[in-house]
């Protein structure tokens, strides 16, 4: 429509913010803009490409359609001209009033230096203003006009009534069947390079109109020959049919990348501390404080006249236990030791950060329309109880995985359905592994060569863990004495990637 290509959708909705005009030309493709519009209640979209010679394909996958847009050379435009206005004749015109049949198509043998053969039958008048149009539509409009028809041998055209070239043509048809059925028959081996011998021999069989009723074909399996016994003609017909279907397969290198990235920071601050204190007052009385029965004991009896000393050690007298967990936390400490009391602190901090990428990069390659797989992974071996009590070893696959069926269209491009998984062992729950799974299934057009992103999964996990003495824990200031505090932050992110590239058949280039 003008130029445009419009394309009109039944029972479907657009939304008001869809309304509008796309500028695609920083894109780098043949299309300038894409407009939305409704029309009649029904959503209408216009593309407008950057050239006017252009040709477009849509296919629907699905729920999804496509509409490809394809820039076309000279050639290419002339022959989808050709397809359409099958006239190439150079053009003339052509002005009459009232003037012979016969006149007519001597004119136009002259014009075109063609032979002419005229039946006795052709006669009439006939009135033509044509101009500038080829030379063979001027032909056929006469010839149609007057009911009339040709036949071209060589280069000499036979012009007459068009059930008399039909009844020619029905003689002379019958005639070379007749030649055809007293034909001597010969017995051709036909080698089969590339496609199997018994498929091509099931097509042949078939088509009923490649032997004759006297012939017959046959398939040697070991040398993937096909033995045809016919007349020459037929043997000629098949073997013009063996060498259009007789080619090597595309192939089609189809490669996989799976990218994992993972980052996680983690940071803890923690604290211990504590303390004891034993005192012998004027009054005799015998003050004692710890965190604990047996730190007041020790305190005890290392005050009282006649009691037994017992050491005390620093790492007993925790009031405050908070601190980093880990072995490899930076830690600071201090303690005041006097004859009467004990105080120590101890102040922990951690900071972690790991970054870790890997990459998964299986290829394969297929013939077209072959569905091909590559797996590499393990087999996680467990055990596993019956219903009599009896143990069985039973395994789990952890595996890297590609599943392709590519199909490769007369553009070169590469429709794939695609099965990617990638698997890794997990937690053991009782005893039992767990595999952490990725797959995507999908079916996806790509151009050859070219890389696109299929999917991906991003994950981010944010933990602040406080561990505290209740109500201390919460004062201000003082409160950081009785608590420790632990902060995670994990990211994670899948993608993957795929790339398939047409084969070059070595063989065709010898």
């Keep these: 429509e003008s130029g445009r290509i419009r394309v009109e959708f039944d ?77 190439t004749g150079e053009k003339l015109s052509l002005n009459f009033q009232d003037i012979e049949v016969r006149t007519v198509l001597q004119i136009i043998a002259d014009f075109t230096g063609f032979n002419l053969v005229a039946s006795d039958t052709v006669d009439g008048s006939i009135t033509l203003r044509l101009k500038n149009v080829p030379w063979d539509q001027a032909l056929d409009i006469v010839l149609k006009s007057q009911g009339l028809a040709k036949q071209q041998i060589g280069n000499v055209l036979m012009v007459g009534p068009a059930d008399q070239i039909a009844n020619r043509q029905k003689i002379e048809l019958e005639a070379n069947r007749q030649v055809e059925e007293f034909s001597p028959l010969r017995t051709e081996f036909i080698q089969v390079r590339y496609a199997k011998a018994t498929d091509l021999l099931a097509l042949i069989s078939a088509e009923s109109s490649m032997l004759t009723d006297r012939g017959a074909a046959s398939v040697d399996v070991r040398t993937n020959t096909i033995i045809v016994h016919d007349t020459s003609s037929s043997i000629e017909a098949v073997r013009r049919a063996i060498k259009v279907l007789d080619v090597p397969v595309r192939q ?37 404080a710890g965190n604990n029965l047996d730190t007041v004991t020790r305190f005890h009896n ?8 017992e050491p005390v050690v620093l790492s007993d007298l925790n009031v405050v236990d908070l601190g980093v967990a880990s072995a490899t936390a930076s830690t600071f400490a201090i303690g005041i030791d006097t004859a009467d009391y004990v105080l120590d602190l101890e102040l922990s901090a951690m900071e972690s950060d790991g970054r870790a ?30 219903a009599s009590g009896a143990t069985t070893i039973t395994f789990k696959e952890a595996v890297l995985k590609l ?15 695609l099965i990617i998984s990638k698997d890794a062992v997990g937690e053991i729950i ?24 299929l999917g991906g999964i991003f994950q981010s996990e944010d933990i602040t863990q406080i561990d505290k003495t209740p109500f201390f ?33 070595v063989l065709s280039s010898h």
């Design 403 to 417: 599943e392709v069926t590519p199909q490769i269209t007369p553009d070169d491009r590469i429709l794939m359905d």
């Design 430 to 453: 009782n005893n039992i592994p767990t595999i952490n799974t990725n797959q995507l299934e999908t079916q996806v057009l790509v151009n050859n060569g070219e890389t696109i992103v």
């Design 252 to 288: 089609v290198l189809i490669e996989a990348r799976i990218v994992v990235a993972s980052t996680n920071v983690g940071e803890a601050l923690g604290i211990r501390w504590g303390g004891g204190y034993g005192v012998l007052q004027n009054n005799g009385n015998i003050l004692s």
């Design 357 to 386: 990428e890997i990459i998964s990069q299986p290829r394969v390659i297929t013939a077209d329309g072959q569905t091909a797989k590559i797996q590499a992974g393990t087999e996680i071996p467990y055990e596993q109880a019956s």
């Design 11 to 87: 029972n479907v909705k657009l939304a008001d913010e869809m309304r509008r005009r796309l500028d695609v030309r920083d894109f780098a493709t043949p299309v300038r803009f894409i407009d939305a519009t409704v029309e009649a209640g029904k959503p209408v979209f216009f593309i407008e490409p950057s050239d006017d010679r252009y040709d477009y394909l849509a296919y629907q996958t699905n729920n999804l359609l496509t509409i490809s847009v394809k820039p076309l050379t000279k050639n290419e435009e002339e022959q989808i001209r050709q397809e359409r206005f099958p006239y």
């Design 302 to 309: 290392n005050v009282v006249p006649g009691g037994t000393a």
């Design 473 to 505: 824990g919460d004062l201000p200031v003082i409160g950081r004495l009785f608590r420790r505090t632990t902060h995670t932050e994990d990211k994670s992110e899948l993608l993957i990637f795929i790339t398939p590239r047409l084969v070059k058949d």
